[in-house]
T-cell receptor, first 115, second 113 residues
Framework: AQTVTQSQPEMSVQEAETVTLSCTYDTSESDYYLFWYKQPPSRQMILVIRQEAYKQQNATENRFSVNFQKAAKSFSLKISDSQLGDAAMYFC????????????FGQGTRLTINP | DAGVIQSPRHEVTEMGQEVTLRCKPISGHDYLFWYRQTMMRGLELLIYFNNNVPIDDSGMPEDRFSAKMPNASFSTLKIQPSEPRDSAVYFCASSRLDSLGQYFGPGTRLTVL
């Protein structure tokens, strides 16, 4: 079974600064995928970034990047040049690589951007 | 692409009534998922379909919950009879076998009084 843990219920950052959200996971699978989803007040779940566990290179999407530490089972999200529109709940999730990719979510981190 | 479409966006009903939530997945996606989000339990997978066939319904909380997918472009999640503890946001998501990640609909906020 897969488990995902986000230990930071809330985080805040000044606009234009950098913030890192933490996530740890546990799995018995040798291969798996990891994701960060954003849920703004509109409640829409938006896929932010994804990482295939077999890839050593950290994924990057514009201002969003991850620090994937496979041995430590850590998958943190770094947001650079924070913008007011980044304010949201952020969920870390994992899935198996084959078939349906059922997502297992962490508890979420609420990110506040201070102007 | 229109994205995943869910209806209604909001539903308020009274205990004991039947509730039907609807979902239209992204065209070409062959997996469809139903999730429930509550403050207490977070995001939970209820059931998922592959090519319209239910594959895993182990997350369905009780027999009061049922889901169908009569064709590739439509799915329903039904609660009968509804109870106040069913109040939550229900998400539908879809994906392809070769895609990384699922694409979510806007969710249906259900309130059972």
């Amino acid at each position: 079974a897969q488990t995902v843990t986000q230990s930071q219920p809330e985080m805040s950052v000044q606009e234009a600064e950098t913030v890192t959200l933490s996530c740890t996971y546990d799995t018995s699978e040798s291969d798996y995928y990891l994701f960060w989803y954003k849920q703004p007040p509109s409640r829409q779940m938006i896929l932010v970034i994804r990482q295939e566990a077999y890839k050593q290179q950290n994924a990057t999407e514009n201002r969003f990047s991850v620090n994937f530490q496979k041995a430590a089972k850590s998958f943190s999200l770094k947001i650079s040049d924070s913008q007011l529109g980044d304010a949201a709940m952020y969920f870390c999730a994992s899935s198996r690589p084959q078939g349906a990719q059922k997502l297992v979510f962490g508890q979420g981190t609420r990110l506040t951007i201070n102007p | 692409d229109a994205g995943v479409i869910q209806s209604p966006r909001h539903e308020v009903t009274e205990m004991g009534q039947e509730v039907t939530l609807r979902c239209k997945p992204i065209s070409g996606h062959d997996y469809l998922f139903w999730y429930r989000q509550t403050m207490m339990r977070g995001l939970e997978l209820l059931i998922y379909f592959n090519n319209n066939v239910p594959i895993d319904d182990s997350g369905m909380p009780e027999d009061r919950f049922s889901a169908k997918m009569p064709n590739a472009s439509f799915s329903t999640l039904k609660i009968q009879p509804s109870e106040p503890r069913d109040s939550a946001v229900y998400f539908c998501a879809s994906s392809r076998l070769d895609s990384l990640g699922q694409y979510f609909g806007p969710g249906t906020r259900l309130t059972v009084l």
